[in-house]
């Protein structure tokens, strides 16, 4: 007789590579790198200014931040000058997403449209940022359309190229069974393209939203008379006067600001497309309920 052969060991199945953490873990990952950066920033700046890792002059330390916040919300303007950002970043931002969502789709759908905007977005694309300023003066002088006009030509082309790839991506069967029951071309692209490509977009623009709102600190270094001259504008005038405290709140600020605003769109674009994030869809039932009126008593009892 053959001695048994003694049974393997269970063996323990690997942790996925790419999966995703609970909200409960990131949440407490996420508290333990502020943590971090915070311990860290208090670490370098303790002590005298003569004992200190980190000089005053370069970096203040979390208490000397905090003491100035009173100062940065009433002679600093902070509220004020983050609604003249964020007005200004919807208006340029909005404006690119008006202009670059339709030529995308119209790119992404005819291959002429597609080859000739191709330069336009290579160029939008890659050129430096920075280089736009003296531009956009030479334009549109140094007044509010200056700067949302920057807004929009520094994000026209992202705009442009991610809706053209989104589109793109549908899988061509739904276009050719949209085709086989007789559906035109103008009817394949509104009613089969661009529903199907929606999500893929509006994920697109909310993350170049971000984008933009990093841009605006380059189209308020030049501010119009006394006008409130935005977060950018709030920062340069620190630099000038060598108060590192104020650059500090803003740089706070802006963060959470971009933040609450990525969640927002993130509720919104669930909402949206619930079939494709797994949101509630209250939205899409309001617009139908008001562009078709209450439902009947039967349709609301099946």
Request: hydrophobic share 55%; aromatic share 10%; net charge positive.
């Amino acid at each position: 007789m053959t001695p048994a052969t003694a049974p393997a060991p269970p063996s323990v199945p690997a942790r996925p590579l790419r999966g995703e953490a609970g909200p409960g873990t990131a949440f407490l990952w996420g508290l333990t790198c502020v943590a971090s950066v915070a311990a860290l920033w208090f670490v370098a700046t303790a002590g005298d200014a003569e004992s200190r890792f980190v000089s005053p002059a370069t970096l203040p330390s979390p208490a000397e931040t905090l003491s100035a916040v009173p100062a940065a919300f009433g002679e600093r303007r902070l509220v004020a000058n983050t609604f003249v950002t964020l007005k200004r970043v919807v208006l340029g931002f909005g404006l690119a997403g008006l202009v670059g969502v339709p030529l995308g789709v119209w790119a992404a759908c005819f291959p002429a449209v597609r080859a000739f905007v191709a330069p336009l977005t290579i160029f939008g694309r890659n050129i430096p940022v920075a280089a736009l300023i003296p531009l956009t003066f030479f334009f549109f002088g140094i007044g509010e359309f200056q700067k949302v006009m920057f807004l929009f030509i520094a994000s026209v082309a992202f705009v442009v190229s991610d809706t053209t790839a989104a589109v793109r991506e549908v899988p061509e069967r739904y276009v050719d069974t949209a085709r086989t029951l007789g559906a035109s071309r103008l009817q394949i692209i509104l009613k089969v393209l661009v529903p199907l490509a929606a999500p893929a977009i509006f994920n697109s623009l909310r993350l170049l939203f971000g984008i933009a709102f990093g841009y605006v600190m380059l189209a308020e270094v030049v501010k119009l008379g006394g006008d409130t001259g935005g977060l950018g504008d709030l920062i340069n005038v620190s630099q000038r006067r060598g108060e590192r405290e104020p650059i500090l709140i803003v740089l706070v600020v802006i963060p959470l600001i971009a933040y609450a605003i990525d969640r927002l769109l993130w509720w919104l674009q669930c909402d949206l497309f619930p079939h494709r994030y797994g949101g509630r869809g209250w939205l899409p039932k309001l617009l139908r309920r008001v562009l078709h009126g209450a439902p009947s008593p039967a349709e609301a009892m099946a």
